[in-house]
């Protein structure tokens, strides 16, 4: 098969591109960056340099292909997040039309079912519904969950304040995923002939925040590390304080009251809690006190 892969080669697109490649399929791999050029050739893969916003480079790059993966990149500017995702999302639309691709495997995530209240994820959603409308495509959103490798963030605030925590109290339901696991789900999927629109959860664990602070600190001696619940005001403030942009800052927040109330994980609930990752918290645990 001839796959395309945007996305580049990050936590999700390299070992993506490592197991179509291995698999036997003619791989591209799309990337804003042209230093990324010789690390994607030298994983057997072509590289396509472009901007995932421009429709006529993705028409271009699609062309011929039997199936894409489309992630929308996570760095869209520091202001108007929701309406530059929901732009590249268009742009994507434009070209799989344009270029007659038949197979979409989408990185969406929980929390997709909502319109609001869930953050970041209302561009994602809006995104899975435009999608939704493309006549003569089969897709599959893959609805992912918190990625372990976020927690990577919270670093600083382990090492200087010696608490971890979050606008949420240490009992909600936690739907975490390893981005390994995300590019094992992806691999089969795109690989899977599919018609129409279909939903896939990738979770690898659920778990409490207690747990993620009691994991945590038993991987980095800080037995008594424990989880805090914050205010809203004071998550936007701290994220602010440590250099986010404020319209990001809110955003994310909005996402912690969303895991707060339950609506964020409530559709994966209503399908049956599928956890198929295999990564497990006490496994991603020995990455983070590798690189604390």
């Known amino acids: ?8 080669l990050g936590n999700i697109g390299k070992p993506l591109t490592q197991k179509l490649v291995a698999a036997g399929h003619q791989v591209t791999v799309v990337s804003s960056n042209a230093d990324r050029k010789a690390e994607i050739e030298n994983l057997g893969a072509q590289a396509a340099i472009g901007l995932v916003s421009n ?16 992630m929308t990149p996570p760095n869209l500017g520091g202001s108007n997040i929701i309406a530059n995702t929901v732009a590249a999302g268009k742009a994507y639309a434009a070209a799989f039309k344009q270029a007659g691709i038949k197979r979409i495997v989408m990185l969406s995530s929980i929390g997709g079912h909502l319109p609001a209240g869930n953050g970041p994820i209302a561009g ?18 893959l609805r992912a969950g918190y990625f372990y490798t976020n927690y990577y963030n919270d ?54 925040p207690a747990q993620v602070a ?3 600190g038993a991987a980095i001696g800080k037995p008594e590390l424990p989880w805090v619940e914050f205010t809203d005001d004071q998550s936007l403030q701290g994220m602010v304080g440590a250099g986010v942009p404020e319209e990001i800052a809110a955003l994310y927040t909005e996402m912690g009251t969303g895991f ?4 964020i994980p409530e559709h994966f609930e209503q399908s049956g809690s599928p956890v198929t990752g295999s990564i497990k918290l006490d496994d991603f645990a020995k990455e983070f006190a590798a690189k604390f």
């Open 214 to 216: 009691k994991v945590f």
């Open 55 to 70: 429709a006529d480079f993705l028409a271009q790059t699609f062309n011929g292909a039997d199936a894409v993966f489309a």
């Open 124 to 141: 994602i959603h809006q995104i899975e519904e435009l999608y939704k409308q493309l006549d003569g495509i089969a897709f599959t959103f």
């Open 1 to 8: 098969m001839k796959i395309v892969i945007t996305g580049s």
């Open 260 to 263: 707060r109330n339950g609506n």
């Open 155 to 208: 670093v600083p605030l382990i090492k200087y304040n010696n608490i971890i925590g979050a606008n949420y109290p240490d009992n909600v339901q936690l739907l975490l995923v390893h981005p390994v696991d995300i590019a094992t789900a992806a691999a089969e999927e795109l690989q899977r002939p599919a018609t129409g629109s279909n939903i896939r959860y990738v979770v690898s664990d659920v778990v409490t």
